[in-house]
């Protein structure tokens, strides 16, 4: 059946190339239309080709051009690629259309475009390249052409502020991953014939386990710095608190997943683990990240920093579920593998939405006040409503409340782990255990900080000496962080239409399908076609599982984890019927509300402080006083190393001010960035010492190599 | 903790029955001096020089108390020569002079009545007072009086004291933060005419100079359980008394 | 100049005479030692005002002494200001100082006697006077957001001019007033409490709870709400009126007023008061430290929320006001002190049943008591909380039992002892750990004493007179004192030609005491601070007068 998949890569394709000369051609206020016009329908595209590849299942792959010695290059849109493509093109046009908005708000449309719009689509292409490509040598190239283009955008604001040294963090970070990973591509593919990820399959069974595992942990460890995992994501919270905020939703909403991406595609699709202690190592991982980044998250008072930590918090629980799945499935429990893979691929999805819907907010509040201090903040909500209300939507969705998206993904998530349950081993057991208590922590701690984010920023009196600035005082909510809140609203109010997409992929990965155990069809079955026991279809019956089945499409609204013989059903949920009840209980009692007390008057008055003249800024809880409970609890992480506590004194009796300051390192520089560096200092300088300038030295040396080459010549 | 709960249970029911009965008990009140004859005029004229802020004036043979300006200084209850009578009671909250007229709370407030203190300068007895309606012995909860925080959920403010210069603000703001309807009571002879501190440079002679008092509750103290008429007044479940009905009275 | 509490172990009290000899031989000619009276043992006059602070370096940190108090009077021509220390055991030490009205400035002590400080800033506030060298003077009891610069109230200014010039005085609040934060953080906030809280059943008092989240780092109250003015009230006064506003600017420590105004005045007309009205007068005394104390320890249960040992002291507390009323005739005991003795006799009857009732009470306290100190959730709440170490108590001054609990063992009855509490046989409670736990056991010590003295205070009851008759004198002059359930109450008083008030100058045991509340506020949570407050049972109203 001929789909158009391969047709609209081409246009793709030829469109990016468009985009890009048009971009670099174009002038003034119609460089930014070119390059949103052309930025929305390529992501249009991607959609399409996506959409049509998940809907009809079928794959699409074609060979480019023959290389001698690397082979033959070709790309090939599969379910797992399309599922990661469909995200990317589902984000990237309110991206785009954010960095119209951005520009004409702050930068009064005079922003230097050229180079940007250039860069802009290059990476775009780079993108669906890593996404489509079917052999080791296209994937990386593509790979380090989007690391550089990433490093280039990162920077693009550093060279007039001067402060480029958080992306050349990255980009070294980047480097050292890329090289990670073509050694595992390496490793896998000695005994293959060709490069291409089919041949690379075929020879990953004959692989050593000891094989494996440098693979695994290369490759892992080679993404992970791009998906932003502990131990090597220092690079992250640095890097996005000095990109600007026009690129910022690309590279936590689209470039983080491509991490996952290279995961997957490494260490489940071609070289599957043989045993367990992979899955569990990538399990561990991810549940450290995901504890690291939310206390981090919850502790800091900048909002970039913030939701950079929270990005390696929701990194950790996808990364922990893709372990998960990667142990269910070494241990045979294919239907558990399911459960968990689709976990970490629907967060995944549910993450790249809020998160750029969160930065983008956190752009706009910076561009609306010039801060970006939580302790500065504050009584937002009654001068820019509208996007407190879609920054709202996104604190909700990331807090993983109901009836959004994040609350669907975690839940998923923790329920995978809890299908430990039926494994064997106890020290399995033991470990998914403490992972999933680590997990529910993180997801506590989520709702503090999404509580504190909102709170401080919005809520109260205005903490902080800055005005408003006119651009943003127009109320108008952005067409794009609109686009995204209904995004994760639909995405968490219609999980049952979800799954069954994200089961392409997972059905090839795990080997089970995760839709006959979550979406029982409820709309579609009756007593009679016996497409779910009897009796439980008519207990669901009463609980109201088929309301609905005359308008709606699919299978039933309802998601279920299903159990054994003695427990049936484990846990049932279905955010749609939720979002249902909560609609119209707030209904209600707005109507009775309102009836009773439409005769009443409603007088507004000063805030009541206790009778004091006057409630000042200074008296209003910060956002550190809100946190530092957690901060005080998790002391042994946080290790402040100084705390300055200086009192100036008039005399000894009388003070006029005391002075305190806190010193914290994080804890992934303190364990890793630092004695690595140190180690390198050390090395560096072992070597410096070589280089004194003596002239005799020099000969020496040379004479010395010469003794050895020839002594090796003589061994060999 | 079983302990306090034993305890507790030992102790038994110690409340009074107050408003069902009267409470007897000695040294639950006072009391206060009434209108009193005398056998002459003189007589009647010495008695009330007793009193150190005039509250007693002698019209003709009689001495005449007003409980407004009373003190409790008890000089005439105790004088050797010419006591005054003196009445061993506690239901004396009258609704002030000049009041067009007095509206009890609605209906709905009988049994749920919340009320905000306030102390504008009170030497701590009157306040010391109306802390003891929480004790076991008097316990107002019985009756649906509880005394709030915030008040924004307060339907009484209760003011004791003579309402100080540097008080003035913070208790206007308090009443200025109060939902309607609402009800100020000044309790003690301080908030109700100013006491002994009067009117000066920095007291303001009693809550009628800065809010409009809707119920008046003279003494120095005033004891508990007068306060606790003064609320059951308030609440329409006591009837109330005019200040003018106790003048005319005792003319 | 900072003065080393080191001094404070290594010196040993002096004696008076020791005092005088030494103050002879080290300063000599600068200053006169003389015999004081009207109260007064020792009184040195300072010729020179620049040796005033290391004269009060000197009593205070090398001769032990602790402080009493600034009484500041407008003179003629001259300010004259007293500065009080006790010597405990010998008695009162008086260095007085006369400056001319047209100096500017008088030296400040703060920097070397920490307790003076408010002192000097509610002279400053009143007089408007200036103390060089204090660096936090004004806003303190005329709150700077109502009241313009300059009023001075208790300058010789007659008080009936400044009512009829009230609202002249008063001005609007200060929409831009600020007030003075410390903590300099970028997450500090201070958090408001007050003055109206608790639902207004706590007097009213402003704090700003300087914080970075958990531990309160700065708190200073803001007091003075209840600032009604009594000493200028009084001023003009006959010495019967100002008796009643000694009787009822801080109704809950009544007596003790006013039986130190009543002594102040037997003082000045040098009248001896008969022994039944001493031993009455101890009993009523005693009687008032006991429910007083009652009263502290229901509040303790309250503010840690343990509602049935709250509740059931507070039963002993109003059964203490109910056989008060029934044995006086009023709850707190108004209208019995009168200079010269008492108002009025008690029959042997009634003192037998106040004695059932008291015995009554005390035997539930002992109950009570037993049960609190089983409770362990009770105790975490107390102990290791509020601490104030001895060092800082003697720093500060506190005095009562705040200042027992921290190891500052002086109380007026047995250190200056008064109205016949020489020859009663009592001890002085005494702990040194100073936290919430130490000062709620020496509430139950005073208690449980109280209740003895008031025992041996019937036993020693003989027939006889209540009162002696007492005519104030022109140009009297003199101090009375007494211990107050919180502490020292010292009440001075002047007397013009025609023996009215002419200067009336009350130091309250509050006063002294909130002046150091904040050091057992900072360094602990929050959550600590409404129980610390309650474990020091500090009055507002009787600081604020």
Known sequence: ?716 | ?251 | MAVTPSSLRTSKRMKIDEIARTIRERFGSTLLVSHGDGGVTLSIALVEPPILPTISRFLFWDAVCTFGGIIVEQLQDNWRLSYLFLSPGSGWIEVLLEVPSSTPAVPSISADVHAADWHEREAEDLFGLHFEGHPRLGDFILHDQIWPEGVAPHRKLHRKTMDAHRDRLRHRPNPDWRPLLVVQDPGAFAMPVGPVYEGGLGQSVHFLLETVGEDVVRAVPRLFYNFRAVEKIAEGEPVSHALLLAERFAATSSFAHSLAFCLAVERMCRVEVPARAKNLRILLGELERLRHHAGAIAGICESTALSVAASQVAIIEELLLRASCQFTGHRYLFGLNTPGGLHRDFTSEACTELLGAVDRAVSDLHRLERGLYFTSSFLDRLEDVGIVDPESARDLNFVGPVGRASGQAVDLRRDCPYEGYGAYHFEVPREIEGDGYARLRILFQEAYQSTELIHEAIKRLEPGSVSASCEPPAHGLALGWAEAPIGAALHWLRLDSSGLVKRYRIITASFNNWLGFRVAVEDFAFQDFPIILATFGLSATECDR
């Open chain 2, 1 to 251: 903790m079983s302990f306090w709960f034993w305890r507790g249970l030992k102790k038994g029911v110690q409340t009074t029955r107050y408003p069902r009965t009267a409470e007897v008990a000695a040294g639950v009140t006072p009391g206060r001096p009434i209108t009193t004859d005398f056998r002459s005029v003189e007589a009647a004229v010495l008695a009330a020089g007793v009193c150190p802020v005039g509250a007693i004036t002698a019209r003709g043979k009689s001495a005449h108390v007003d409980l407004r300006l009373c003190i409790h200084c008890e000089r005439c209850h105790f004088d050797g020569v010419r006591p005054l009578g003196w009445q061993a009671d506690y239901e004396w909250a009258t609704v002030p002079q000049g009041k067009p007229r007095y509206e009890p709370l609605p209906q709905a407030y009988g049994r749920s009545l919340h009320i905000i203190v306030v102390d504008a300068g009170d030497c701590g007895a009157c306040l010391h007072e109306v802390k003891q309606l929480n004790n076991p012995l008097y316990n107002i909860h019985r009756l649906g009086m509880f005394f709030t925080a915030s008040p924004r959920t307060a339907d009484v403010l209760l003011v004791v004291g003579p309402v100080t210069e540097n008080m003035r603000v913070p208790l206007l703001k308090t009443y200025e933060a109060m939902p309607d309807p609402k009800r100020v009571v000044a309790v003690g002879t301080c908030a109700v005419s100013g006491g002994i501190f009067g009117q000066s440079f920095v007291s303001a002679g009693g809550v009628s100079s800065v809010l409009p008092v809707d119920l008046e509750i003279p003494g120095d103290p005033a004891p508990p359980l007068a306060v606790l008429h003064g609320l059951l007044v308030v609440t329409g479940r006591k009837a109330a008394i005019r200040h003018e009905a106790v003048l005319e009275r005792s003319a």
């Open chain 1, 1 to 716: 059946m001929h789909t158009w998949i391969g047709e609209a890569v081409v246009l793709f394709f030829a469109l990016c190339g468009c985009g890009l000369v048009v971009s670099a051609v174009a002038r003034g206020r119609n460089a930014i239309r070119v390059l949103v016009g052309f930025s929305a329908i390529c992501s249009a595209l991607m959609m399409i080709a996506a959409g049509i590849a998940l809907t009809t299942g079928q794959s699409f792959q074609v060979g480019l051009w023959h290389l001698d010695g690397l082979g033959f290059f070709s790309i090939r849109l599969d379910m797992l690629s399309a599922i990661f493509l469909f995200t990317a093109g589902l984000v990237y046009p309110p991206a785009s259309l954010f960095v119209r908005n951005f520009i004409e708000a702050r930068f009064h449309g005079r922003y230097p475009l050229r180079r940007y719009g250039a860069i802009h689509f290059a990476l775009m292409a780079s993108i669906v390249l890593i996404l489509i490509a079917n052999d080791a040598p296209l994937f990386l190239i593509s790979w380090e052409c989007m690391s550089i283009l990433c490093y280039l955008l990162v920077n693009y604001e550093g060279r007039r502020t001067g402060d480029g040294r958080a992306a050349y963090t990255m980009l070294a970070m980047s480097e050292a991953g890329f090289l990670a990973v073509v050694v595992a591509f390496a490793i896998a593919g000695r005994t293959a014939s060709d490069w291409s990820f089919a041949s690379l399959g075929a020879a990953a069974v004959h692989l050593s386990s000891a094989a494996v595992w440098a693979v695994f942990v290369l490759g892992f460890l080679g993404f992970g710095v791009k998906a932003g995992l502990v131990p090597v994501n220092f690079w992250l919270p640095r890097c996005y608190t000095a990109t600007p905020p026009i690129f910022i939703p690309v590279l936590a909403g689209i470039t983080l997943n491509l991490g996952f991406y290279g995961i997957l595609r490494l260490n489940d699709a071609l070289v599957p683990a043989h045993g367990v202690g992979t899955g569990l190592f990538a399990l561990a991982v991810g549940s450290a990240t995901a504890l690291v980044g939310i206390l981090y998250a919850t502790t800091d008072n900048d909002l970039k920093t913030m939701l950079a930590h929270s990005s390696i918090e929701n990194a950790g629980v996808i990364v922990a579920a893709i372990g998960a799945s990667l142990v269910f499935r070494a241990s045979g429990y294919a239907l558990a593998a399911a459960i968990a893979l689709t976990a970490g691929l629907y967060h995944m999805v549910n993450h790249s939405v809020y998160k750029t819907l969160l930065f983008q907010g956190v752009g706009e509040i910076e561009a609306a006040t010039g801060t970006r201090e939580m302790d500065s903040l504050g009584g937002l909500a009654r001068l820019l409503p509208a996007l407190s209300v879609v920054f709202l939507v996104g604190c909700l969705s990331i807090a993983a409340i109901p009836p959004f998206n994040g609350f669907v993904s975690e839940w998923l998530t923790l329920q995978s782990l809890l299908r430990s349950a039926s494994l064997v081993s106890p020290a399995t057991k033991i470990l998914f255990a403490i992972c999933g208590a680590a997990l529910a922590l993180t997801a506590a701690l989520a709702v503090t900080c999404f509580v504190k984010v909102y709170a401080m920023s919005f809520l109260g009196i205005r903490r902080g000496d800055w005005a408003l600035r006119t651009q943003a005082k127009s109320n108008r909510p952005q067409f794009a962080m609109v686009y995204l809140a209904v995004a994760c609203f639909l995405l968490g109010v219609l999980p049952t239409y979800i799954i069954p997409a994200l089961n392409r992929a997972v059905e090839l990965l795990a080997g089970a399908s995760a839709t006959a155990s979550l979406v029982p069809p409820f709309f579609t079955a009756t007593p009679q076609n016996h497409q779910l026991a009897p009796a439980f279809l008519h207990d669901f019956h009463k609980l109201g599982a088929q309301v609905g089945s005359n308008i709606l499409p699919g299978r039933g609204l309802v998601v279920l984890v299903r159990g054994g013989q003695q427990n049936p059903v484990i846990f049932a949920m279905s955010t749609f019927y939720g979002f249902a009840a909560l609609a119209a209980f707030v209904l209600i009692t707005w109507v009775l509300v309102t009836r009773a007390t439409r005769k009443r008057g409603v007088a507004r008055n000063e805030l009541w402080a206790g009778g004091i003249p006057r409630l000042l800024p200074e008296m209003s809880y910060t956002a550190t006083g809100f946190s530092n409970p957690v901060r005080v609890i998790f002391q042994a992480i946080f290790r402040p190393n100084i705390v300055e506590d200086t009192r100036q004194t008039v005399a000894v009796h009388f003070r006029t001010a005391i002075l305190r300051r806190r010193e914290e390192t994080h804890l992934v520089d303190r364990l890793f960035f630092h004695p690595i560096g140190d180690a390198i200092t050390w090395f560096a300088r072992l070597l410096a010492g070589m280089h004194h300038g003596k002239l005799n030295a020099y000969v020496a040396y040379t004479l010395a190599f010469f003794v050895l080459i020839l002594l090796l010549y003589r061994v060999s």
